[in-house]
């Protein structure tokens, strides 16, 4: 019986993912997630921004904020149209920031298309993406409650743009596509040059004990004057302290130019027995950079940087809880030239004067205390700033089937 | 076993592979490289200077001179110091300046300090972007007649600066390549280079703003800061033509190359024909441009020292910093009695960002408090941009 359920548990959160295709025997679908949890401390002080050294950041990475936070909120209809066709919508809900950035968005909103009795898929509208599988799942998926390090600096935390994808699909292990972006999603820009494409390849093994999954993917970007849409970007003003509180301005700088990301990513389980399972999971990227820094009174600089990223994650699965140390790091290497260079570098972020290397190691209790609902628990050290900071989380995940309520249909 | 043999080298395998050594190298590409004192902090970047004219010590000190002396014009009444007087940050106080024979100038004399990082430089001619070529116009001008130099006085003007001592040693040290820089056929050339070198090195960057933004909170008082918020707020939009460390729009340096066209704003202060006019001859960049969409659009001024250099606006029609705010405040100016009656706030040219506002008299003094906070108030007493002259006759008188 336990087994069942921790079978059902693990296929939920999947289905619950970004992305997924009803089946013709449950042709409708609507499920829900809610992640809140509470923190101990914030990342950076109130009227602050978080900028990691060394980097061009953005879309929606906030920083981890003290007190008690909805970390996300998802709902999705999926549906299966006919035999060949299928469509989803999406809401879903992310952390603001000072100044309401966030709120509920459109994410998924798509139509697809599926070969009878063969392995491709076809999709259009708005999609996330498939290429990375960390970048797909949300914070109720994820055992850490906060995004990987490496997917907040290179993809702004969440990937969803309107694109297509075309791909061959979970056959024989084997899953491999493309996909192309109208470049709305953080770091590309939907302005005229702008856009963005991927190919993506993974392949899965589930053996009596082992399973195995490892894929490799490469992404291009391309912006035009792309802001920091967290703190700025259009019409931005030097933020408002209360008496006696002191507010950072932010530096409206832009970036022009070429994003190129690949990455590699695996996971390997071992089920020891009935009750223990364990797992390794990890992914690294490495970003490229080739563009020019800039903002709106001419100053600029050219940028060469190539910034590598990772995290992996051991876990040890017993019964209804799971334990797990998450660490990450990044690396940065960036060459600016210039006569503005200096300047730019210091308000862009891209400045590392102290060389940091960006870190996080995350601890992790997980709580499977209903069906439907997770309790979990993490102790954090975070070392993406140079100055270290030390948190603790309690957080309650509800994920739920909430249309029809019974077996889950295929996902991916 | 297994797992423990095969999770570990794997965990360590990982970690290992990502590194460190992050690093961001800058090369700006001599940017930052002078060695005349430009008497600034250093994250001022610094301004441009022409290839034919680099400034050195030696220019600014001649410039200096040239700057303060009498003898630089037709009729030996006034120097640049006439108009640009030290304590009150290189402006006169005057509504508007009185050139050598009398005439009175159109236009409020503009503070010099920060001229540098001017994209252009004078209230309405975007063609005038180099100090070089401005420092002829009050020199030899004759509309309006400033120095009242001319062709027919010109030899007798250079005499009376050949005949002085200082200027030897002077004209030989800023321009060591020429055999005679004082009575060479370059004198005029020289001087005019000196001139436009000493202007270019009036720098002022020691304001409390200036201490406040390097991090010293106490700087502002608590009024100032309240200003500065008010400066920077969606209400009030002061902050867009007037931002930046020169608190102007109008700014170029060795970091920037503008990509868009030098700025010139209709403030809605005139309105006398009820098409928008201005009163001439103060039609701002339309007067050489003849678009009528450019009446009364003036260049942006920077802030700094805005306390010490009332009165405001172009033509001086603006008594105190308080009437500019309300100005602002209104959306534009109406005037309702002679000579230029009409509704600037109906001004078609207007710039839209000056859109009505409220404001209570308290913040309009947390305003003023801010822009009283952008003075320099080393400015006013440095030695190195003060009166040589004076220096010469305490030397000469003293025992």
Redesign the interface.
């Known amino acids: 019986m336990k087994r069942v359920f921790l079978f059902s548990t693990v296929a939920l959160a999947g289905a619950a993912q970004a992305h997924y295709i009803p089946t013709t025997q449950t042709p409708t679908t609507v499920d829900a997630d809610l992640v809140a949890t509470w923190r101990s401390a914030s990342l950076v002080e109130e009227y602050d921004y978080w900028q990691v050294?060394?980097t061009l950041m953005g879309g929606h990475a906030w920083p981890a904020r003290e007190g008690v936070q909805v970390d996300e909120m998802n709902l999705s209809l999926n549906h299966r149209i006919d035999e060949n066709l299928f469509g989803g919508v999406g809401l879903a809900s992310h952390p603001e920031g000072d100044d309401s950035h966030g709120g509920v968005e459109l994410e998924h909103a798509y139509v697809g298309w599926i070969q009878s009795d063969g392995p491709w898929v076809a999709e259009v509208g708005r999609l996330s993406a498939a290429f990375s599988p960390s970048l797909m799942a949300h914070a109720a998926q994820r055992l850490a409650s906060e995004a990987p390090l490496a997917n907040d600096v290179f993809f702004g935390r969440h990937f969803h743009d309107d694109g297509a994808r075309l791909w061959w699909h979970e056959t024989a292990g084997v899953s491999a596509g493309a996909e192309i972006w109208r470049g709305k999603a953080f770091p590309a820009t939907d302005s005229g040059d702008g856009g963005a494409w991927d190919v993506f390849a993974r392949y899965q093994w589930q053996g009596e004990r082992w399973s195995f999954q490892a894929g490799g993917w490469f992404y291009s970007a391309a912006a035009e004057a792309r802001a920091d849409h967290r703190y700025g970007g259009g019409h931005q003003?030097?933020p408002?302290a209360p008496?006696g509180q002191?507010a950072t301005a932010f530096s409206d700088i832009r970036y022009t130019g070429d994003t190129d990301i690949q990455g590699l990513h695996m996971e390997?389980a071992?089920r020891?027995s009935r009750d223990w399972r364990?797992a390794?999971e990890?992914e690294?990227m490495r970003a490229k950079l080739d563009g020019v820094v800039h903002d709106a009174?001419?100053?600029?600089a050219d940028l060469d940087g190539t910034q590598?990223g990772?995290w992996?994650q051991?876990s040890v699965h017993w019964r209804q809880h799971t334990f797990a140390v998450r660490?990450e790091?990044?690396?940065?290497?960036?060459?600016?030239?210039?006569?503005?260079?200096?300047?730019?570098?210091d308000e862009s972020g891209?400045?590392?004067p102290e060389?940091?290397?960006?870190r996080r190691f995350t601890a992790i209790w997980r709580w499977q205390w209903r069906d439907n609902v997770a309790l979990r628990a993490e102790a954090v050290r975070d070392e993406s700033l140079p100055e270290t900071e030390n948190r603790w989380t309690l957080g309650v995940i509800w994920q739920q089937r909430l249309w029809p309520v019974g077996p889950v249909g295929h996902n991916h | 076993m297994?797992?423990t043999r095969?999770?570990l080298p794997?965990?360590c395998l990982?970690?290992a592979?990502?590194?460190?050594?992050?690093?961001?190298?800058?090369?700006?590409?001599n940017?930052?490289a002078s060695d005349f004192n430009w008497n600034m902090p250093g994250w001022v970047?610094l301004p441009m200077e022409p290839a034919n004219n680099r400034i050195t010590e030696e220019k600014f000190q001649l410039g200096r001179h040239l700057f303060y002396d009498t003898d630089l014009s037709g009729n030996g009444t006034i120097s640049c110091e006439s108009c640009h007087q030290q304590d009150k940050a290189f402006t006169d106080g005057r509504v508007r300046p009185v050139g050598a024979t009398g005439e009175v100038h159109p236009r409020n004399a503009q503070s010099i300090a920060n001229a540098a990082w001017l994209r252009t430089l004078t209230w309405g001619n975007p063609a005038l972007t180099e100090i070089e070529q401005q420092i002829v116009v009050p020199l030899f001008g004759i509309d309006p007649v400033e120095h009242g130099i001319n062709e027919a006085n010109q030899d007798m003007v250079l005499a009376r600066l050949q005949e002085k001592p200082e200027y030897q040693s002077l004209f030989a040290a800023a321009y060591p390549e020429q055999d005679d820089p004082l009575f060479g056929e370059l004198a005029w050339q020289n001087i005019v280079r000196s001139l436009s070198s000493f202007v270019r090195g009036i720098t002022s960057f020691r304001s409390d703003f200036d201490r406040y933004n390097a991090g010293e909170?106490g700087a502002l008082s608590?009024s100032a800061k309240r200003g500065?918020?008010l400066f920077?707020?969606?209400r009030l939009e002061c902050?867009h033509c007037h931002?930046?460390y020169t608190l102007t729009?109008s700014?170029?340096d060795?970091?920037?190359?503008?990509?868009?066209p030098a700025p010139f704003n209709n403030t809605g202060l005139y309105n006398i024909d009820g098409i928008s006019g201005y009163p001439a001859p103060n039609t701002g960049k339309y007067e050489l441009s003849g678009n009528p969409a450019d009446m009364g659009r003036f260049r942006p001024q920077s802030l700094r020292n805005v306390a010490l250099t009332a009165p405001y606006n172009h033509d001086g029609s603006t008594a105190t910093l308080r009437d500019v705010i309300r100005n602002y405040a209104a959306g534009g100016r109406n005037i309702t009695t002679p000579p230029h009656v009409g509704d600037g706030r109906m001004n078609v040219n207007k710039d839209p960002f000056i859109v009505s506002f409220t404001i209570s008299e308290a913040e309009i003094d947390d305003v003023v408090a801010f822009l009283e906070s952008l003075t320099d108030h080393e400015l006013i007493d440095d030695p190195r941009y003060s009166n040589p002259w004076l220096e010469v006759t305490v030397q000469d008188t003293a025992p």
């Open positions: 050294p060394g003003h030097v408002v008496p002191t390997l071992y020891v364990l390794l990890g690294w009174i001419g100053r600029q590598d990772g992996i051991p660490a790091q990044l690396t940065t290497d960036n060459d600016m030239v210039g006569p503005a260079a200096p300047q730019l570098g891209l400045a590392n060389e940091h290397d960006p | 297994i797992p095969l999770f794997a965990l990982l970690l592979a990502c590194g460190g050594g992050s690093s961001t190298r800058v090369d700006d590409q940017a930052s970047p909170v608590a500065m918020n920077n707020s969606e902050f931002e930046g729009a700014v170029r060795r970091r920037i190359t503008p990509t868009v």
